[in-house]
């Protein structure tokens, strides 16, 4: 049974089994199902071939006759790029991956006949891109923008008791992206079952509009379809309860339409709720909102739709406030890529983002630059996260040749309405965009005309667009979004606010700042020449490229400016493609520099920087760089902390070398005269005068070990949930070797395989796939995939030249 947390159609029977009219569903009345269709597909590529060659599409792949026997079987979600190579020919900024080019898949199945009668749909959570399906041979219809959720149906051309072949054709134009965007059916794929009368797809709209500790008002809007030839009369009820609790909950009178044959109708209840939970960062807590449709006294459909009871709004003098108290938006941009395992969505891998983030304090996420994966917002709803939720990266004014520019002007109007639709329902998304830095932000028509379409699905969120040109806080086009967002303007937070002084404003992207994991240059200085070596540049946090600022920059012009609402960091984590400062094509570098965390998800400095910020109360100290210069003994070599103290004494070998208090404006602290000698660095901070954190870094040994550490011990044997596994470079005393680079080859014993495997280094050309990688800076990282099915022990084993081996064992049930 499909577990989904959003519309998840379920039998009614087994939904409604402690209420009143449990009997009268369990006595037969037609109802949907939605059921998985990720599994049997075969897929083949054509066009721009991975290694540079093009092969010719071949005659109808979409008829039913055509022989696909020699085409590769693939389980869904798939992203056919990141099986690479990487080739250097290919452009840095979407990652020297093969993405562009053409895919078919095709699958065969079959329906009884016993379900003959039923409307048959096929969703798709999203197809990267230019999508077109055919049933049988009969073409079903197209979706072009990669990123959009779209259904199609399948009845007309459904064959009973016989095999049906679905054939769907995908094309990625070349230079169409800015990023890495993945390419083929990245996201899940549903099959839908209906009775001919059914809740429309996106059909239930839930609102609540009064809140207080007393009571909810809690208002739904249903659309139902009636797919059948005559007209009918069908009763809708609706009710409310906490999600999980299997308790009856308030119940709505019932409501009666009258929809002629072919039409559909809309319904609108309202049910108070007493003493409502609210859902907070906190507390998430969360609803369900069960529609039941009844035909001639039985029912024939019902949808259960989660939602959450919360107040939220941007204000021009207090920010962002949740259910009535301001909450200061401590968020970060992510692109839609999975890091080395592609854009194929893997929920497993989005939550551990999202907790990664948490743990520094990150409470809110931007879905830079398009819809995100249904999976992401279900997440955000469970795990108490702020979702800016963004349509476009360009409207009419291109950024690349064959980008959303060429499809805009005919499909805006239907992908925004399947954005809002879709994601409306969802107490995380607390803000639409309708794009980020446009072309044409001195069109106040085009943002009005856009800004029209999103309110006329949700009225109750704001729309916003993020930034990057100083006039557009100043030419009128502020004036027609509803919250206004910045793209690194943290010195015309004053001006834009005196200007307008009744206009919400955030920092839509901030910072930008770049740095590659475990690289420290000499000397420290925002000079490029003195951080940026081989491709790598420093993580003293203190580099950044022409339009950026540092973070602490961005926190001045913040506490400088206390009616912004906050920030979204660009990033959170690294993503494949755009490799700022590296702007050559042909640079060697494949990812982007700007993330708090790699693209393996480990943390890099810049992590405890913002966790000592977003997190004042946590005590916390962290120390950088590493301590392992044997090239530098008796050389200046400057030492940061990062930390929620408010003072901090530094000592080497035990001897101190100074305690500092922190300044206005002052975010970390530096020691800039510190003469290197191996040993222990210690830092002692203080804050209001009492003992706060400590940390320390010494001096690493030689490497010795392998050491694998499981981030969690049992895997499902369900063929989609992964496991990651840190690997780490050791010395004799268990200490991480900042210098180790030494490759490591792993085996797998048991019902898994390598899902993904990589060390966050931007450069490494290696496959993701690998059954080796080498270390970077004294770690790397592997990812495994249970196999379906497959129960029992899994061993992962780790060697390599010249170290003792690492083990561990992850159980599949």
Known sequence: MNLRLRSVRLLYFILVLNFSFAASAAEGGRRESRDSFNTGWL???????????????????ESDQFNDAGWRKRTLPHDWGIEGPFRMELPSSTGKLPWAGIGWYRKHFQISKSDNGKRFFIDFDGAMSHTKVWLNGHSLGEWPYGYSSFRLELTPFIRFNKENILAVRLENPDNSS?????????????????????????????????????????????????????????????????????????????????????????????????????WNLDSPNLYEAITVVRHRGLPVDSSVTIFGIRSARFTAADGFVLNGKRVSIQGVCNHHDLGILGTAVNTKALERQIKLLQEAGCNAIRTSHNPPAPELLDLCDRLGMLVVDEAFDCWKKGKRENDYSTLFMDWHEKDIRALVKRDRNHPSVVLWSAGNEIREQGDSVMIQQL?????????????????????????????????????????????????????????????????????????????????????????????????????????????????????????????????????????????????????CGFKKDRFYLYQSRWRPDLPSAHILPHWNWPERAGKITPVHVYTSGDEAELFLNGQSLGRQKKGIYQYRFRWDSVTYNPGRLEVVTYKNGKPWATAEMKTAGAPRDIVLSPE??????????????????????????????????????????????????????????????????????????????????????????????????????
């Open 43 to 61: 897929f083949s590529r054509y066009g721009l071939m991975p290694d540079g060659s093009t092969k010719q599409e071949p005659r109808f792949p």
């Open 178 to 278: 800015r990023w890495y965007p993945g390419g083929g059916i990245y996201r899940n794929v549903w099959l839908v079952k209906t009775a001919p009368v059914h809740i429309a797809h996106w059909g239930v709209f839930v609102s609540t509009p009064k809140i207080t500790p007393e009571s909810a008002t809690v208002r739904i809007s249903a659309e139902i379809e009636n797919q059948m030839a005559e007209s009918g009369e069908f009763a809708v009820t609706e009710e409310v309860r906490e999600m999980g609790s299997g308790a009856a909950g308030a119940v709505s009178p019932e409501v009666v339409l009258q929809i002629s044959g072919g039409r559909s109708g809309k319904c609108e209840t309202e049910i108070e709720l007493p003493q409502p939970r609210v």
């Open 451 to 599: 800004k029209s379409i999103f309110l006329s699905e949700d009225p109750t969120r704001q729309v916003t667009a993020g930034c990057d040109k100083p006039e557009a806080g100043f030419n009128g086009f502020q004036k027609s979004v509803e919250v206004f967002g910045y793209n690194y303007k943290p010195h015309l937070y004053k001006k834009f606010h005196e200007e307008n002084p009744d206009k919400p404003i955030y920092g839509s992207e901030t910072a930008s700042c770049v740095s590659s994991y475990g690289e420290y240059f000499f000397p420290v200085s925002g000079d490029r020449t003195h951080c940026i070596n081989n491709n790598q540049v420093t993580s003293f946090d203190i580099y950044m490229p022409w339009w950026a600022t540092t973070p602490d920059v961005e926190f001045e012009g913040q506490d400088r400016n206390s009616f912004v609402a906050g920030e979204f960091v660009w990033t959170g984590f690294d993503y494949l493609g755009e490799p700022a400062p590296f702007f050559d094509e042909k640079s060697v570098s494949r990812s982007s520099y700007f993330g708090i965390f790699d693209l």
């Open 712 to 813: 969690r011990s049992t895997i499902s044997a369900d063929g989609s949930d992964i496991v990651y596994i840190p690997v780490k470079i050791v010395d004799a005393e268990g200490r991480q070797v900042p210098e180790a680079n030494q490759r490591i080859q792993f085996t797998i014993e048991g019902p898994a395989v390598i899902a993904a495997s990589g060390n966050g280094d931007p450069t490494n050309h290696r496959s993701f796939q690998s059954s080796q990688y080498e270390a970077f800076h004294g770690q790397c990282m592997l990812i495994i995939r249970s196999r379906e099915g497959g129960k029992g022990l899994i061993t992962v084993t780790a060697q390599s030249d010249g170290l003792s081996g690492g083990m561990a064992k992850i159980t599949a049930q």
